[in-house]
């Protein structure tokens, strides 16, 4: 090993990945359906600034539309659990 | 000089990240949970993008970062707000500890007045 290993791209990609393990705990363990999805949406955005890494490591920008493209996807997986939790106990 | 900001940016941005995981962790309810890791990992996700900005300057990563981060800023609390009311209307209690329950509050005086 002639490259160094802690530099800093590596310390925080560590860190958000020991992060997104954070967000599975609670996703595997969580008591009740929200909070499987609140969890979800954290691993998604996470996700973008583990892409915004990738971005600055590599030197190459298409990360960043798969950044943009997991923000997006998250967004609208997130409202339509929503909704679908809501709809599930609807007596109005 | 740009390349020291946008390394503190990302070290701040990593660390927002961290603490509001271990809130998702540790915190004893969905809504001091949603509260918790929602604002804290929007911030941190929108100061990593701000960080990598600030390295590449105006190129094509960087412009897509700028997009990516207020797109997350935006979409992020809407998402929350519609997970917490979803979550309140499927009938999940708050914490016992909690001390003030202010959408009871409203929609009792609501049902009363009409």
């Known amino acids: ?92 | 000089m740009s390349e020291t900001i946008g390394l503190i940016l990302l070290i701040v941005g990593m660390l927002f990240d961290l603490f509001g995981c271990i809130g998702l962790v540790r915190l004893p309810d969905i809504y001091n949970r949603l509260q918790a890791a929602t604002k804290c990992v929007t911030l941190g996700t929108c100061m990593i993008l701000i960080g990598l900005f600030a390295m590449t300057g105006i190129s094509s990563a960087g412009i897509k970062a700028v997009l990516c981060a207020v797109f997350v800023l935006l979409t992020s609390p809407v998402a929350a707000h519609a997970l917490a009311r979803a979550a309140y209307r499927a009938g999940i209690r708050l914490w016992d500890g909690s001390v003030v329950d202010r959408y009871a509050e409203i929609t009792r005086k609501k049902e009363t007045e009409s």
């Open chain 1, 1 to 92: 090993m002639s490259q160094a290993f802690w530099t800093w791209p590596s310390i925080i990609m560590i860190v958000l990945l020991f992060s997104g393990f954070l967000c599975l705990y609670r996703i595997g363990k969580g008591p009740t359906a929200p909070d499987r999805t609140v969890a979800i949406d954290i691993l998604g955005t996470l996700m973008v600034g583990f892409c915004a890494i990738l971005t600055w490591t590599t030197g190459k920008d298409f990360y960043m539309n798969i950044g943009i493209t997991w923000a997006l996807l998250s967004f609208i997986g997130t409202i339509a659990l929503a909704k679908y939790l809501e709809g599930r106990d609807f007596d109005e």
